[in-house]
């Protein structure tokens, strides 16, 4: 069973249609006991950095995620649930503190002329770590979607799974040990984005 953490995101329910669709057995979670029997996590999120963490602590959900994580069960953050995995973010001069799973703080994309932002749409993926389950049959280049202001810096280069070019290289996903992100929404990435969503439910079954 994949617990999807339900805070109130706007992509909960489109991750969850993907997950089933991929074939995996999916139970929305908005406690933090619900968390004990969950073989696998996925915390979605689009829109602010500060709503989502507050609303994680409201629910109690901040440091049960933080010792979900610590026991070694697949979690899989998306957008601005891979941004709440970092320490911090400059969004809004942001005060609340992220779950600190990885060092490193959330920034935006700088002004730059004819580059857009939010970034809005589709764009590669360039893998520096190919040996990453979540990217098992993806190919190198593969298109998937993104929308974002801002995108975290890890402080420990070595978790960066893949990086994209949007005026800068950026972090698109992480990895490390049992602990997946992305920035770009699997949900909204067709093919590929199914793909990368029955890798991770793969690796419970």
């Given at each position: 069973m994949i617990a999807l953490i339900d805070y109130g995101s706007g992509n909960l329910r489109s991750v969850h249609k993907a997950l089933l669709q991929v074939g995996a057995?999916?139970?929305?979670?908005?406690?933090?006991q619900a968390l004990a029997g969950a073989q696998a996590c996925v915390l979605p999120g689009v829109g602010a950095f500060d709503d989502c963490l507050n609303a994680l602590?409201?629910?109690g959900l901040s440091a049960a995620l933080q010792e979900y994580v610590a026991s070694g069960r697949p979690f899989l953050g998306i957008c601005v649930g891979y941004q709440a995995l970092f320490e911090?973010?400059?969004?809004?001069?942001?005060?609340?503190?992220?779950?600190?799973?990885f060092g490193g703080t959330v920034v935006r994309f700088p002004a730059r002329p004819g580059l857009k932002v939010p970034?809005?749409?589709?764009?590669?993926?360039h893998f520096t770590a190919p040996d990453c389950p979540l990217y098992r049959g993806i190919a190198e280049g593969s298109h998937v979607y993104f929308v974002h202001s801002y995108f975290p810096r890890p402080k420990d280069p070595s978790i960066v799974a893949s990086v994209t070019t949007y005026g800068e290289e950026f972090a698109s996903?992480?990895?490390?040990?049992?602990?997946?992100?992305?920035?770009?929404?699997?949900?909204?990435?067709?093919?590929?984005?199914?793909?990368?969503?029955?890798?991770?439910?793969?690796?419970?079954?």
């Open positions: 057995q999916v139970r929305l979670v908005s406690e933090p602590s409201q629910q911090n973010s400059e969004e809004f001069d942001s005060r609340a503190p992220g779950l600190g799973i970034q809005i749409g589709w764009n590669q993926l996903s992480v990895w490390r040990g049992n602990v997946f992100a992305t920035q770009f929404h699997p949900e909204k990435s067709q093919q590929v984005g199914l793909q990368i969503l029955r890798n991770f439910a793969d690796l419970i079954r």
